[in-house]
C-alpha cells in the first residue's frame, strides 16, 4: 500500500501548473487503462492519486481545490458561477 502523505508532501511542493500537467497526463492514462478489464487496480490507483489536490485549503495565491478565488474569496468557474 502507497504513503499518500508523503506522495501527498511532495506533490503539494510542485506549482499548479505542474499538478494540473500530472493530473492531465493521469485522466489521459486513467482513459487509455480502463479499456482492459485487467488493469482496474491500476486505474483505482490513478483515481486516488488524482484526488490528491482536494481539500488543501488556500495557497498564497488565494487557490482553494485547484480553483480561482474571485475578489470575495468564493470560487468562481469560467462562466462566471459561484462555486462558493
Known amino acids: 500500500m502507497k504513503d499518500w502523505t508523503v506522495i501527498r508532501e511532495r506533490y503539494m511542493k510542485d506549482e499548479l501548473p505542474v499538478r494540473l ?11 487509455s ?4 478489464e ?6 483505482a490507483s490513478l483515481i486516488d492519486e488524482s484526488k490528491m489536490d482536494r481539500g488543501t ?3 498564497q495565491h488565494g487557490f482553494r ?12 468557474n469560467p462562466l462566471g458561477q459561484d462555486l462558493g
Open 38 to 43: 485487467n488493469s482496474r487496480e491500476t486505474v
Open 57 to 59: 485549503g488556500r495557497d
Open 21 to 31: 500537467g500530472g493530473l492531465a497526463a493521469n485522466l489521459s492514462r486513467i482513459k
Open 65 to 76: 481545490d485547484g480553483g480561482c478565488a474571485n475578489p470575495t474569496g468564493a470560487l468562481a
Open 33 to 36: 487503462f480502463s479499456t482492459n
